[in-house]
């Protein structure tokens, strides 16, 4: 199982970049306002945290951190989906998101 711990923290990078390019399209940036490429932002941040996580198995530190960084994402990714509760599948970036910081946050306590 934790074979799986890298490829999914690189899955959260290309989707913090997907939700960065999809924030520069001008049609959708209307939309969604300054929040996206901040949101953008962060999980990239979260995921490259998670990459690093995977590769230093000792630091204590970074492993906690980054705990406690992805718990924050899967927290308001979770919180996104509650106002959306009718219909989730209007927001595939968040339910993606959430699912794999969630994943991601049992390696990180695990360790």
């Keep these: 199982m934790k074979w799986l711990d890298a490829p999914i923290a690189w899955l959260l990078v290309l989707l ?9 399209i001008p049609r959708l940036s ?27 198995k000792s630091d204590a530190f970074l492993r906690w951190s980054t705990a406690l960084a992805t718990a924050v994402t899967a927290g308001l990714c979770m919180v996104r989906l ?4 009718g219909n989730v599948l209007h927001q595939p970036v968040a339910l993606a998101t959430s699912v794999a910081a969630i ?9």
């Design 16 to 24: 913090g970049a997907a939700h960065l390019l999809a924030a520069w």
């Design 30 to 56: 209307l939309l969604r306002g300054p929040w996206a490429a901040g949101t953008a932002v962060a999980v990239l941040c979260v995921g490259l945290m998670n990459a690093v996580r995977a590769q230093r």
């Design 82 to 85: 509650y106002q959306f509760s």
């Design 103 to 111: 994943i991601e946050l049992f390696f990180a306590v695990a360790g």
